[in-house]
Nanobody, 123 residues
């Protein structure tokens, strides 16, 4: 199984970035997909998740209303649109996959991780 994340970068506060994750080697539609992030010196934390068919999403309170997660099961991709970015959003963002999960707010729900992509928001 491979999860290839892309789209990170440097952006000013208030700007936008779009992260993408392409999955291979798995039955993508059987996996709940999500994004976590880890800032320096902090634990990895949940950001957003989307159910198998894309009909239900969940978000951390800190990103609700600013980030949007979506998926395309035909292309085996999951996307995180990040708007109104803040300096506190700076972190390495990880794509995550959990087989037949109904929730993904904990790292214990994750079966596979992507390699991480850096997001830096300057003030």
């Amino acid at each position: 199984v491979q999860l290839q994340a892309s789209g990170g970068g440097l952006v000013q506060a208030g700007g936008s970035l779009r992260l993408s994750c392409a999955g291979s080697g798995l039955t993508f539609s059987s996996y709940m997909m999500g994004w976590f992030r880890q800032a320096p010196g902090k634990e990895r934390e949940f950001v957003a998740a989307i159910m198998w068919r894309g009909d239900s999403t969940s978000y951390a309170d800190s990103v609700k209303g600013r980030f949007t997660i979506s998926r395309d099961n035909e292309k085996n991709t999951v996307t995180l649109q990040m708007n109104s970015l803040k300096p506190e959003d700076t972190a390495v963002y990880y794509c995550a996959a959990g087989r037949l999960r109904f929730t993904m707010t904990s790292i214990r729900s994750v079966d596979y991780w992507g390699q991480g992509t850096q997001v830096t928001v300057s003030s």
